[in-house]
């Protein structure tokens, strides 16, 4: 910043007019008009870059790691490929195995993750090993509960710090949950014991 007020202050004083005549005028003419159409705009344009690089975005925070939760949708898409399709509320990509992944995308950063698989349904164990790959690599698991609303599906509700550094300390971004706190339902939609899709969300709140 202190050389971007440094660039200030000397651009000021060289465009107050000259004042004198002569070759000295003359020289001190010349060397402005070539600070003025050359030097200073790249100086500008480089003094606009420090200031952007400063101020930092959540998008661009060097110490988050998540295979998912959290992640921008230009990280998301340089691993998973471009878009399927999307709505009002979720951008849909085909998985490798022809499921999908539904995500939500709120202040820039996914909140909420939804993986189907379709009519290929796979135990807990293998779905918690895929979700496991979608979320902040600081993950600490605080508990196993079952769903109010549907006693078959399992919920881990997990907490990580670095996920808190992803979106505002709005309530609505934790819903009946702490900054930091995800889950991961689980959901059996047939008889049988195995996951048809799971979904992560931010709070504890599934």
Known sequence: MQQLQTFLVLSVTL??????????????LTLRNILFTIIFPLAGACALVLVGCQSGSPDSSTNFSSGGLGL???????????ALSQDSAYVVYRTSDQGVFSLNFGHSNCFSLRRSYGSASVPLDA???????????????????????????????Y??????????????????????????????????????EFVIRT???P
Do not use: C, M
């Not at 990280?75 to 998973?80: G, L, T």
């Open 15 to 28: 465009a107050r007019p000259l004042g004198g005549q002569g070759a000295v005028s003359r020289g001190l």
């Open 72 to 82: 921008g949708r230009g990280q998301w898409e340089r691993v998973h490929g471009k």
């Open 127 to 157: 779905a918690r090993n895929e979700s496991r790959d979608l979320i902040p690599t600081d993950s600490s698991l605080t508990r196993t509960y079952s769903s109010l609303t549907n006693s078959s599906t399992v919920v881990d509700l």
């Open 159 to 196: 907490h990580s710090e670095s996920l808190k550094t992803r979106f505002s300390d709005d309530p609505n971004n934790w819903r009946e949950g702490e900054p930091g706190d995800f889950t991961v339902a689980y959901y059996k939609w047939e008889n049988d014991d195995k996951v048809d």
């Open 203 to 205: 709070g504890n709140n």
